[in-house]
């Protein structure tokens, strides 16, 4: 999963794909863009992944006001992204057992979908809001 957190609007999105690499991140940045207005910059945080790096992803990020920063090596805590990351792992991942990479997907995305709305952040309200997503679904 690509992941973005927006400081403004304090909105965390993610979208998945197949294999990490240049061109997948490139979808996700034009994707990313797709949701500002053109003529603001969008400042994007990174980590040191060679894919940030390539030629045909730095030439769109150029021609699209993208700008780019870089953390420091070994220090991804950098990042304001991460914390929401950690808060993701620990309502999503820790202590799961999914029968498939699909269930996987469906519980970060059910988790977005409640980070993001207007809430008081807690277990309990987590917890409630997964059981009704259930009996939806």
């Known amino acids: 999963m690509f992941g ?5 609007r304090d909105t965390l999105v993610g979208v998945f794909a197949e294999k990490k690499n240049w061109m997948s991140f490139l979808a996700f940045l034009k994707w990313l863009r797709r949701g500002y207005r053109s003529g603001e910059v969008l400042h994007v945080v990174l980590d040191n992944a060679s894919y940030h790096l390539k030629g045909e992803v730095l030439d ?3 021609k699209h006001k993208i700008k ?3 953390t420091p090596t070994n220090a991804s805590w950098l990042n304001r992204i991460e914390s929401h990351f ?6 999503t991942l820790d202590n ?3 029968r498939s990479h699909e269930q996987q997907q469906e519980a970060i995305e059910c988790y977005l979908s409640w980070r993001n709305r207007t809430r008081e952040i807690s277990l ?3 917890k409630s809001y997964r ?3 259930k009996k939806v679904a």
């Not at 973005?4 to 403004?8: I, L, R, T, W």
């Not at 950690?86 to 309502?91: E, G, I, P, V």
């Open 68 to 70: 780019f920063y870089w």
């Open 124 to 126: 309990e309200d987590w």
């Open 4 to 8: 973005a957190y927006d400081m403004e």
């Open 60 to 62: 769109y990020a150029a």
């Open 131 to 133: 059981r009704s997503q």
């Open 86 to 91: 950690t808060a993701l792992r620990k309502f």
């Open 96 to 98: 799961t057992d999914y």
